[in-house]
């Protein structure tokens, strides 16, 4: 198993560009979550979703939408980047009642 | 709502002591308890986690960490630190019931270990 995948590694935008960071699992995890890491602020929950078809929002979901077509892919979509939103993203997956796999993560640069 | 706060921001201790990371959560339900480890420029890894059964929980590369409801906290030990130990350490909790989509994180320690 790949476990939980990320694409990129590393991106740079420019306000007001989007883009979206992709998500994958191949563990057939029902739960998934995107969350950002900041300094000092440990992560904090941006969405998640408990199963295909289903999300919902985390405690920092501005900026941010998401969608689940399929149980493997979660991707999450920035509109209209602002330089706020510089961090770092991990995605995880977990089975109900179970502790979260995390990606590698993707360091996104806003200037 | 939950809530995690993690005692100091950086511990540095030397090789062969014992390590003492702390985390105090708050609650309103029974929680799950979790302890993840984040090696440089990689993801979180779960070292051990609580979910109501024994208090006291073994995790690996010799951690554990014990439940203590009365003092609302889940501290993280190892009787001897070792070099490879050396990474940011994160606290999280998620409400009994919720599994562990929610998760609340404390802020991190980091983690050095002096030769």
């Known amino acids: 198993n790949a476990g939980v995948t990320q694409t990129p590694k590393f991106q740079v935008l420019k306000t007001g560009q989007s883009m979206t960071l992709q998500c994958a699992q191949d563990?057939?995890?029902?739960?998934m979550s995107w969350y950002r890491q900041d300094p000092g602020m440990g992560l904090r929950l941006i969405h998640y979703s408990v199963g295909a078809g289903i999300t919902d929002q985390g405690e920092v979901p501005n900026g941010y939408n998401v969608s689940r077509s399929t149980t493997e892919d979660f991707p999450l979509r920035l509109l209209s980047a602002a330089p706020s939103q510089t961090s770092v993203y991990f995605c995880?997956?977990?089975?109900?009642?179970?502790?979260?796999?995390f990606g590698p993560g993707t360091r996104l640069t806003v200037t | 709502a939950q809530s995690v706060t993690q005692l100091g921001s950086h511990v540095s201790v030397s090789e062969g002591a014992l390590v003492l990371l702390r985390c105090n959560y708050s609650?309103?339900?029974?929680?799950?308890l979790f302890w993840y480890v984040q090696y440089p420029n990689q993801g979180l890894q779960l070292l051990l986690k609580?979910?109501?059964?024994?208090?006291l929980v073994k995790g690996i590369n010799g951690f554990e960490a014990e439940f203590k409801k009365s003092e609302t906290s889940f501290h993280l030990t190892k009787p001897s630190a070792h070099m490879s130990d050396a990474a940011e350490y994160f606290c999280?909790?998620?409400?009994f019931g919720q599994g562990a989509q929610k998760l609340v994180f404390g802020q991190g320690t980091r983690l050095t270990i002096n030769p």
């Open positions: 609580y979910t109501s059964a024994a208090t």
């Open positions: 999280a909790v998620s409400p």
């Open positions: 995880a997956s977990s089975y109900s009642g179970g502790p979260q796999y």
């Open positions: 563990m057939n995890h029902e739960y």
């Open positions: 609650s309103s339900v029974p929680p799950y």
